[in-house]
């Protein structure tokens, strides 16, 4: 199981990201893909996680509105969109495949992590 995480980079207060995580290794369609982030002297969070079908997402309450998780399954990608952007976004952000194929906020369920990339968001 590979997954390759990129898009990160420095954005302004209010601006927009867009992280891709593009997966292979395993039957990318019969999983749920989670991001989470970690920034510095914290633990790691739940950010936000898409289902199988990518029907069902969920969004920790601090992103809920701003962060859209979508996936492409002709690509085997999952992305992140991240709009109105704010310092405390500011993360090394990592995407994980589930062991189920619906989406949960525990870390514990995703065996599986990518290297992350960073997000810096200047005030």
């Known amino acids: 199981v590979q997954l390759q995480a990129s898009g990160g980079g420095l954005a302004q207060t209010g601006g927009s990201l867009r992280l891709s995580c593009v997966a292979s290794g395993f039957t990318f369609s019969s999983y749920a893909i989670g991001w989470f982030r970690q920034a510095p002297g914290k633990e790691r969070e739940f950010v936000a996680a898409v289902g199988w079908n990518g029907s069902g997402t969920i969004y920790a309450d601090s992103v809920k509105g701003r962060f859209t998780i979508s996936r492409d399954y002709g690509g085997n990608a999952v992305y992140l969109q991240m709009n109105s952007l704010k310092p405390e976004d500011s993360a090394v952000y990592y995407c994980?495949?589930?062991?189920?194929?619906?989406?949960?906020?525990?870390?514990?369920?995703?065996?599986?992590w990518g290297q992350g990339t960073l997000v810096t968001v200047s005030s």
């Open positions: 994980a495949v589930n062991r189920r194929s619906f989406p949960t906020r525990e870390a514990s369920a995703y065996p599986y």
